[in-house]
């Protein structure tokens, strides 16, 4: 069961920028826990794309970008690439649940 | 180079129970907190367990609860899930997972394994 709610789909031109958001409650990203977003190639393990709300791990372009702002968090990726094509997915923690909690998952997909 | 090897799944019967293993490597598996995430066919991530360091706080998601059972051995670098009264919606690949030190950022993922529930 998702509790953090994205869109289904996005998409775009090669060169164009698109967002995705995700948007959660009081008791996630409401209570100032950080947002991970994660990238998943079909077929694949997801990866870890955006950590602690806006960080870049080592390896990941800065054509990604992550921003948040009270119960909702965005993904923004810039100069949009044939590569890009893939499932993405926000993340973070809940007091009520005592757990984890990941977005609904958004497509992206590049025209 | 952080490594982590998923065993043990496969096809089970509704009802029978099968014990998923993870195999860690790369960094020093007593330092962090561990968790299986699981993804149905064709659907999203979904939280399934997570463990400290110690055993000392453990969490289950609603829909596993009563059922499943996360546990962790740090001499040998290991995490399981142990998953008993298996039903048709616990199919899923199920992933094993490191949390980093971000406010439970999930750093490093296992390949995956498929558990498979069916008659």
């Known amino acids: 069961q998702s509790v953090l709610t994205q869109p289904p789909s996005v998409s775009g031109a090669p060169g164009q920028r698109v967002a995705i958001s995700c948007t959660g409650t009081h008791s996630n990203i409401g209570a100032d826990h950080l947002v991970h977003w994660y990238q998943q190639v079909p077929g694949s393990a997801p990866k870890i794309l955006i950590y602690g709300n806006t960080n870049r791990p080592s390896g990941v372009p800065d054509r990604f970008s992550g921003s948040k702002s009270g119960s909702s968090a965005s993904l923004a990726i810039t100069g949009l690439q044939a590569e890009d094509e893939a499932d993405y997915y926000c993340?973070?923690?809940?007091?009520?649940?005592?757990?984890?909690?990941f977005g609904t998952g958004t497509k992206v997909t590049v025209l | 180079e952080v490594q982590l090897v998923e065993s043990g799944g496969g096809l089970v019967q509704p009802g029978g129970s099968l014990r998923l293993s993870c195999a860690a490597s790369g960094f020093t598996f007593r330092n962090y907190w561990m968790t299986w995430v699981r993804q149905a066919p064709g659907k999203g991530l979904e939280w399934v367990a997570s463990?400290?360091?110690?055993?000392?706080?453990?969490h289950h998601a609603d829909s596993v609860k009563g059922r499943f059972t996360v546990s962790r051995d740090n001499t040998k670098n290991s995490l399981y899930l142990q998953m008993n009264s298996l039903r048709a919606e616990d199919t899923a690949v199920y992933y094993c997972?490191?949390?980093?030190?971000?406010?439970?950022?999930?750093?490093?993922w296992g390949q995956g394994i498929l558990v498979t529930v069916s008659s």
């Open positions: 993340q973070s923690y809940d007091n009520s649940l005592s757990g984890l909690v």
């Open positions: 463990i400290n360091q110690d055993d000392s706080a453990i």
């Open positions: 997972v490191k949390i980093g030190y971000n406010d439970y950022n999930l750093d490093y």
